[in-house]
């Protein structure tokens, strides 16, 4: 439970727009981070599957256990995910009751509960121009969670859950 952090935070404008590395950003309840792409309603997904997107998280380990499969490795940026972590299991969160509070995770000044797992697609094939992401991260493509509390997430801040 300790030493969980946050490693990177990134947003879109739109989408298909680059992500934007964040030193900072306000989670915004109900909605997602302020400025990206979900949180505005104009993400690839927003419409499709009435899946939660507000936030996606990826962990540091599954992304550096995923690029160890690839020749070319992906940069955390070109996940697409938010939140990149470190020192946290998120897919473990996955297999607790959705109803438990163990679901839920504070990250930085905000609440969030963790809803479903964020399988890996095609998007960062395409918009990075480099193959092999659908195959390596699966297992390792994050999960996504919803806002419960607004609040400011740092890069270096503490996970608690």
């Known amino acids: 439970m300790s030493g969980a952090r946050v490693e990177g935070l990134f947003v879109a404008s739109e989408a298909g727009a680059p992500m934007s590395r964040c030193f900072g950003v ?3 309840t109900g909605r997602g981070l302020e400025g990206d792409r979900y949180e505005r309603g104009t993400g690839t997904f927003s419409k499709k ?3 939660i997107r507000q ?3 990826i962990s540091a380990e599954g992304v550096d256990a995923a690029n160890n499969l690839l020749e070319i490795p992906y940069t955390y940026k070109e996940t697409r995910r938010n939140i990149v972590t470190s020192g946290i299991n998120l897919e473990d969160i996955l297999d607790l009751d959705p109803d ?3 679901r839920v995770l504070r990250v930085g000044d ?3 509960q963790v809803t479903d797992n964020c399988s890996p697609c095609k998007r960062p094939e395409q918009l990075s121009g480099k193959v092999g992401f659908y195959g390596a991260f699966s297992g390792h493509g994050g999960v ?3 806002v419960l509390e607004p609040g400011l997430i740092c ?3 503490v996970i608690k859950y």
């Open 100 to 102: 438990s509070l163990q």
């Open 144 to 146: 996504r969670a919803r």
């Open 49 to 51: 599957l009435r899946k």
């Open 26 to 28: 306000y989670a915004e």
């Open 155 to 157: 890069i270096g801040d």
């Open 55 to 57: 936030v996606s998280l």
């Open 110 to 112: 905000a609440l969030l």
